[in-house]
Protein backbone atom coordinates (compact mmCIF):
# COMPACT_ATOMS: atom_id res chain seq x y z
CA UNK A 1 0.00 0.00 0.00
CA UNK A 2 2.94 2.41 0.83
CA UNK A 3 4.25 2.02 -2.72
CA UNK A 4 1.00 2.44 -4.35
CA UNK A 5 0.41 5.57 -2.42
CA UNK A 6 3.63 6.97 -3.37
CA UNK A 7 3.48 6.12 -7.07
CA UNK A 8 -0.11 7.87 -7.42
CA UNK A 9 1.46 10.33 -5.50
CA UNK A 10 4.37 11.22 -8.08
CA UNK A 11 1.35 10.44 -10.91
CA UNK A 12 -0.54 12.84 -9.74
CA UNK A 13 2.12 15.52 -9.58
CA UNK A 14 3.15 14.81 -12.89
CA UNK A 15 -0.01 15.22 -14.16
CA UNK A 16 -0.63 18.45 -12.80
CA UNK A 17 2.73 19.27 -14.15
CA UNK A 18 2.10 18.54 -17.69
CA UNK A 19 -1.07 20.58 -17.28
CA UNK A 20 0.96 23.68 -16.68
CA UNK A 21 2.95 22.09 -19.89
CA UNK A 22 0.15 21.93 -22.20
CA UNK A 23 -1.52 25.59 -20.98
CA UNK A 24 1.42 27.13 -22.25
CA UNK A 25 -0.33 25.95 -25.91
CA UNK A 26 -3.77 25.58 -25.02
CA UNK A 27 -5.34 27.28 -22.25
CA UNK A 28 -8.77 25.54 -21.84
CA UNK A 29 -7.07 22.00 -22.45
CA UNK A 30 -4.36 23.17 -19.63
CA UNK A 31 -7.00 23.98 -17.06
CA UNK A 32 -9.03 21.07 -17.48
CA UNK A 33 -5.66 19.05 -17.31
CA UNK A 34 -4.89 20.57 -14.08
CA UNK A 35 -8.31 20.54 -12.46
CA UNK A 36 -8.53 16.69 -13.36
CA UNK A 37 -5.44 16.10 -11.71
CA UNK A 38 -6.28 18.41 -8.17
CA UNK A 39 -9.61 16.28 -8.35
CA UNK A 40 -8.00 12.85 -8.17
CA UNK A 41 -5.92 13.82 -5.68
CA UNK A 42 -8.40 15.06 -3.23
CA UNK A 43 -11.26 12.66 -4.32
CA UNK A 44 -8.95 9.24 -4.64
CA UNK A 45 -5.57 9.93 -2.97
CA UNK A 46 -6.77 11.89 0.07
CA UNK A 47 -8.94 9.64 1.57
CA UNK A 48 -7.16 6.18 0.81
CA UNK A 49 -3.77 7.84 2.26
CA UNK A 50 -6.29 9.07 5.39
CA UNK A 51 -7.76 5.23 5.38
CA UNK A 52 -3.76 3.91 5.48
CA UNK A 53 -2.22 6.35 8.10
CA UNK A 54 -5.43 5.57 10.73
CA UNK A 55 -5.34 1.93 10.13
CA UNK A 56 -5.22 0.23 13.54
CA UNK A 57 -5.65 3.50 15.64
CA UNK A 58 -8.11 4.51 17.88
CA UNK A 59 -9.88 7.78 17.77
CA UNK A 60 -10.60 8.06 21.18
CA UNK A 61 -6.73 8.52 22.06
CA UNK A 62 -6.92 11.52 19.67
CA UNK A 63 -9.60 13.07 21.29
CA UNK A 64 -10.29 15.61 24.69
CA UNK A 65 -12.36 13.46 26.88
CA UNK A 66 -12.51 13.56 30.33
CA UNK A 67 -9.91 11.04 30.82
CA UNK A 68 -7.39 12.59 28.66
CA UNK A 69 -7.99 15.91 29.85
CA UNK A 70 -6.84 14.41 33.22
CA UNK A 71 -3.49 12.62 32.26
CA UNK A 72 -2.58 16.27 30.59
CA UNK A 73 -3.19 17.62 34.04
CA UNK A 74 -1.59 15.25 36.06
CA UNK A 75 1.48 15.35 33.15
CA UNK A 76 1.32 19.16 33.18
CA UNK A 77 1.66 19.67 37.02
CA UNK A 78 4.93 21.78 38.61
CA UNK A 79 7.01 19.69 40.18
CA UNK A 80 6.40 21.17 43.68
CA UNK A 81 2.86 19.79 43.74
CA UNK A 82 4.50 16.23 43.12
CA UNK A 83 5.47 13.69 45.50
CA UNK A 84 9.03 14.27 46.06
CA UNK A 85 11.27 11.04 46.57
Known amino acids: MKWFLRIFFVLVIANIIVGYV???????????WIGLAVATGFFIYMPVFL????KGKQ??????????????????????KRKKT
Open 22 to 32: IREDDLALGEK
Open 51 to 54: VHRW
Open 59 to 80: LKDYTLSPENLKKMKETLEPEK
